[in-house]
């Protein structure tokens, strides 16, 4: 029998390639790829990159010779708290089934409070096998649901509203290298957070400076597709799309209305122009997610021939700033 373990400790350098395979081999098959992918952009030197490998050895005995490489049976448990731009987090650990996982989860949530890291999600398919129990009380609750949503751009027949060329529908006019004018910029996002169905409890959590800088890290950052939408002079929308070149996708990373301009059309028309934006960039297919509560946003994407084709459940630790 393990000998106490439910102490947890960051992996010792020597400990990390056998911890780092042990992580991968007991997460979900899908979160293995996502896991993958995360390594290989992360730096092997950077030291701070690895400060939120956590694990659970199977004995002091074991932990005492860390100056060697473990072997992944010395490892009762292993979590990953990988940083983020923005000032966030993505937790990577499988799912939990015994004391060790439920003290290393638990010594994550102790991770990011010191560290004070407002937002650290852990995302998973629902068939997963995460319980939201456990989730909860190693400090971690079921936040929402996200649906995946994606229209295809290819062929001769387009969606309903898709060009070939950009075009601006109900009348907007769309202004590109919306980042030139920061603050314009800034005060429409905050408008379009007024009483938003899509995850409302993220408003507050961290400076949208850090919100901004994570909405850069998505894709491949192209400033001119970043767009203020206005209608008879007045800003009334904002726009964020980006590339993903391997893929074929273009992303609708962020789209909001400002509340005093909603009811008018302007969200169908403002998803119609990055449909047609990324036709003319020849991308295959236009992919977002939303909130599975927001059933008005869904229908607007249903209309415009989005379907979906995942759902994701959201696990997170919230720590608003003061």
Same mark, same amino acid.
């Given at each position: 029998?393990?000998?106490?373990?439910?102490?947890?400790?960051?992996?010792?350098?020597?400990?990390?390639?056998?911890?780092?395979?042990?992580?991968? +081999?007991?997460?979900?098959?899908?979160?293995?790829?996502?896991?993958?992918?995360?390594?290989?952009?992360?730096?092997?030197? +950077?030291?701070?990159?690895? @400060?939120?490998?956590?694990?659970?050895?199977? *004995?002091?005995?074991?932990?005492?010779?860390?100056?060697?490489?473990?072997?992944?049976? #010395?490892?009762?448990?292993?979590?990953?708290?990988?940083?983020?731009?923005? @000032?966030?987090?993505?937790?990577?650990?499988?799912?939990?089934?015994?004391?060790?996982?439920?003290?290393?989860?638990?010594?994550?949530?102790?991770?990011?409070?010191?560290?004070? &890291?407002?937002?650290?999600?852990?995302?998973? *398919?629902?068939? +997963?096998?995460?319980?939201?129990?456990?989730?909860?009380?190693?400090?971690? =609750?079921?936040?929402?649901?996200? !649906?995946?949503?994606?229209? +295809?751009?290819?062929?001769?027949?387009?969606?309903?509203?898709?060009?070939?060329?950009? *075009?601006?529908?109900?009348?907007?006019?769309?202004?590109?290298?919306?980042?030139?004018?920061?603050?314009?910029?800034?005060?429409?996002?905050?408008?379009?957070?007024?009483?938003?169905? @899509?995850?409302?409890?993220?408003?507050?959590? !961290? =400076?949208?400076?850090?919100?901004?800088?994570?909405?850069?890290?998505?894709?491949?950052?192209?400033?001119?597709?970043?767009?203020?939408?206005?209608?008879?002079?007045?800003?009334?929308?904002?726009? &964020?799309?980006?590339?993903?070149?391997?893929?074929?996708?273009?992303?609708?990373?962020?789209?909001?209305?400002?509340? #005093?301009?909603?009811?008018?059309?302007?969200? *169908?028309?403002?998803?119609?122009?990055?449909?047609?934006?990324?036709?003319?960039?020849?991308?295959?297919?236009?992919?977002?997610?939303?909130?599975?509560?927001?059933?008005?946003?869904?229908?607007?994407?249903?209309?415009?021939?989005?379907?979906t084709w995942g759902e994701r459940v959201v696990y997170a630790r919230l720590?608003?700033?003061?």
């Open positions: 029998m393990p000998e106490k373990p439910c102490t947890v400790v960051p992996s010792p350098p020597a400990w990390r390639p056998a911890a780092l395979r042990k992580l991968h +081999d007991a997460l979900p098959g899908d979160l293995q790829a996502g896991l993958a992918q995360a390594l290989h952009a992360t730096g092997v030197a +950077d030291a701070a990159a690895w @400060d939120g490998l956590l694990i659970a050895p199977t *004995s002091s005995a074991a932990l005492a010779a860390s100056v060697h490489e473990a072997d992944p049976a #010395a490892i009762a448990a292993v979590a990953w708290v990988q940083r983020l731009p923005g @000032d966030t987090a993505c937790l990577w650990i499988p799912p939990v089934n015994d004391a060790a996982g439920l003290a290393v989860m638990r010594a994550a949530a102790a991770f990011v409070d010191e560290r004070h &890291i407002p937002l650290t999600q852990l995302v998973a *398919s629902p068939d +997963d096998g995460y319980a939201d129990a456990d989730c909860e009380l190693a400090g971690f =609750p079921r936040f929402t649901t996200l !649906r995946y949503l994606y229209v +295809d751009l290819t062929g001769d027949a387009l969606p309903v509203g898709a060009h070939r060329q950009p *075009s601006a529908p109900n009348g907007l006019h769309f202004a590109g290298d919306a980042e030139r004018e920061a603050v314009r910029l800034q005060q429409l996002i905050e408008q379009t957070y007024v009483g938003t169905l @899509d995850c409302p409890q993220l408003d507050g959590v !961290r =400076p949208l400076a850090e919100v901004l800088e994570g909405y850069r890290s998505q894709g491949t950052h192209r400033p001119e597709h970043w767009y203020l939408a206005q209608a008879e002079g007045l800003d009334v929308g904002v726009l &964020i799309l980006a590339e993903h070149p391997g893929l074929g996708n273009w992303e609708v990373v962020y789209m909001g209305v400002a509340a #005093a301009a909603r009811g008018r059309g302007y969200g *169908s028309a403002i998803v119609e122009f990055a449909m047609s934006v990324a036709a003319s960039r020849h991308a295959e297919r236009l992919v977002l997610a939303v909130d599975a509560a927001n059933e008005p946003a869904l229908q607007m994407y249903r209309a415009l021939g989005f379907i720590r608003a700033r003061a």
